[in-house]
């Protein structure tokens, strides 16, 4: 069964850290991009970051970048976003999704192959 688990979303403080992961099984990343989208209530799926299979060519949206930190371990078959000095506005049900080998520009939801099923993160006092 091909598959993708998030994990590592919760509750926390503006300013704390996060580091979800998005894990493959059924399937080998090797030769995906993968890609991280999140929705908030009301409003639309957005891409947040992205890394590509080969050459981990990396994307961050505008407001992410400088806070978040994608990578990915190919021998663990799992992508990570790191998210430090986390906002209020960063809340919101996190996704991770594949792509064949690279990402696409703008990172679409339509290029999607496969998709996990959401980590919920809340930034909150």
């Known amino acids: 069964q091909v598959q993708l688990v998030e994990s590592g979303g919760g509750l926390v403080q503006p300013g704390g ?19 991280w989208f999140r929705q908030a209530p009301g409003k639309e799926r957005e891409g947040v970051s992205c890394i590509s299979s080969s050459t981990y060519n990396t994307y961050y949206a505008d407001s992410v970048k400088g806070r978040f930190t994608i990578s990915r371990d190919n021998a663990k078959n799992t992508v990570y976003l790191q998210m430090n000095s986390l906002k209020p506005e960063d809340t919101a049900v996190y996704y991770c999704a594949t792509e064949r080998l690279s990402c696409s520009s703008p990172l679409s939801f339509y290029a999607m192959d496969y998709w996990g099923k959401g980590t919920l993160v809340t930034v909150s006092s």
Not at 17 to 25: E, G, I, K, Q, V
Not at 27 to 35: I, P, R
């Open 17 to 35: 850290s996060l580091r979800l992961s998005c894990a493959a099984s059924g399937f080998t990343l090797d030769y995906y991009a993968v890609a």
